[in-house]
C-alpha cells in the first residue's frame, strides 16, 4: 500500500472510530490502554501488518545466546525472546533481573528450573491464529500484578512470544499500538503469515486495570492441555530435532549429542499416530484428515528410510512431511 492510501485510511479509521460511542477509550495519561483501538470491520487484517511499518524503528540485532535466541529488551519492564532451554538460559535471565516469565507455548515450562534462579513462571498458552478476549486478560493481569520485569516468550521467540509481550507494552507500559505492532514486526520478526496476531494486538479491547483486577485467574505455572493440541506441541520439538539433523546430512551434531534421528522420527510417528486416532481428528473436516494420514505414511516413509541408512530417501520423505505440515496449517492454523 502506498504512503498517501495508508494515510487516508488511517484518517478515515479516526474519524469513524472517534466518533463511534461504541470505540474502545483512547489512551489516558497512566497508559491504561495504548492508543487507538482499530475495530476489525474498519481495518483490513493485511491492514495491521501494513501498521507494523508506519512507525520506523532503527535496527536492533537481536541478542543471541546458545540457548536462547530473539532476544530484545522492549523496555525496563518487557523482553521478549525464545524459549530458555537449560540451565545457562534461566541464569541469563536471572543475570538480566527478570522476576516473571510468561510462556505462551503450548508446553508445560519448567517452574522448577525458574524457580531455581528466583523467577516464578506463567504458562498462559496463545495460538497462532490470535488472541481470544481470555488470553488476553490473563496477560493483561499477569503484567499489572505480578513482579517485573518480565521475560515472555514462545518457542522460537518470534511470533506468539512478541504478540504476548505487545500486550504487555500497552497495557504495562502504555506503548501505543502501532508502536507494539512496529515491534513485532521490525524488530521480533513476527510472520506476515500470522495475521491474527497482528489484528489481535491492532483491534482487540484490552481489559482495563479494575478489569484486570476483577478477573479471575491465579497464574498457574503448568496449564495442562489435552487432545490434539497436546500433540501439535509435542510434534514441532522432534520435527525440529529431525530438521536439525537433516541440515546436517544426518549427522548427529556435537552440540546435540543426545540425538538419534532414527529415534526422534520413532517418537515423531507415535505422536501422529495417537493424534490420527482421536475423536476430535475424526470429526474434522475430511481434507484435514486426508492430511493427517499422509503425515502417517510419510514419517513412516522417513522412519524406514532412517532405518535402512537411505539418507536421499529419508531426506524426501521428511521433506514431504515438512510440505504436509504446511499445506495443514495454512489451511486450519493461521487464519481466523
Ligand atoms: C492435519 C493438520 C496438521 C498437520 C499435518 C500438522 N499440524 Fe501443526 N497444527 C495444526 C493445528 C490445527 C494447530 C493448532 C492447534 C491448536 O492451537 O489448537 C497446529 C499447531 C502447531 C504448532 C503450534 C503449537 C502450540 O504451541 O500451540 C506447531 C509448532 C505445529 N503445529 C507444528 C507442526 C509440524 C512441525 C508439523 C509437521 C511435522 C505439523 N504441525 C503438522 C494442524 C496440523
Partial sequence: MNQRLLQVLLLSICASACNSSQAPQETDATGQLGGK??????????????????????????????????????SANIISGSEPLGEDAFAELETMGVKTIISVDGKTPNAELAAKHGMRYVHAPIRYNGLEQEEVSRLAKTY???????????????????????????????????????????????????KG??????????????????????????????????????IPRLHDNIEL?????????????DLDALNEATSLLSIFRQANKLQEVAER??????????????????????????QPTALKAFESLQASCKSCHKLYRNDR
Avoid at 158 to 174: E, I, N, Q, S, T
Avoid at 176 to 193: F, I, N, P, V, Y
Wanted: aromatic share 10%.
Fill in 37 to 74: 483501538v482499530y475495530t476489525l470491520d474498519e481495518l483490513q487484517v493485511e491492514d495491521a501488518y501494513e501498521l507494523a511499518a508506519e512507525i520506523q524503528l532503527p535496527a536492533v540485532p537481536p541478542k543471541d545466546f546458545p540457548d536462547l535466541h530473539n532476544v530484545y529488551t522492549l
Fill in 144 to 194: 499489572r500484578e505480578l513482579e517485573g520485569p518480565f521475560f515472555v516468550h514462545c518457542f522460537h521467540g518470534k511470533h506468539r512470544g512478541p504478540a504476548a509481550a505487545a500486550v504487555g507494552r500497552v497495557v504495562l507500559d502504555g506503548v501505543d499500538r502501532e508502536r507494539a505492532l512496529a515491534e513485532m514486526r521490525q524488530w521480533s520478526g513476527t510472520s506476515k503469515s500470522y
Fill in 197 to 234: 496476531l497482528y489484528s489481535a494486538i491492532a483491534s482487540m479491547p484490552f481489559p482495563s486495570a479494575a478489569e484486570s483486577a476483577a478477573f479471575d485467574w491465579d497464574f498457574p505455572e503448568a496449564r495442562p492441555m489435552e487432545g490434539f493440541r497436546q500433540a501439535m506441541v509435542e
Fill in 245 to 257: 539433523m537433516a541440515d546436517n546430512d544426518w549427522i548427529v551434531d556435537p552440540q546435540h549429542p
Fill in 285 to 310: 473436516p475430511a481434507e484435514f484428515r486426508r492430511l493427517m494420514d499422509k503425515s502417517v505414511e510419510e514419517n513412516e516413509l522417513l522412519v524406514q528410510a532412517l532405518t535402512a541408512g537411505d
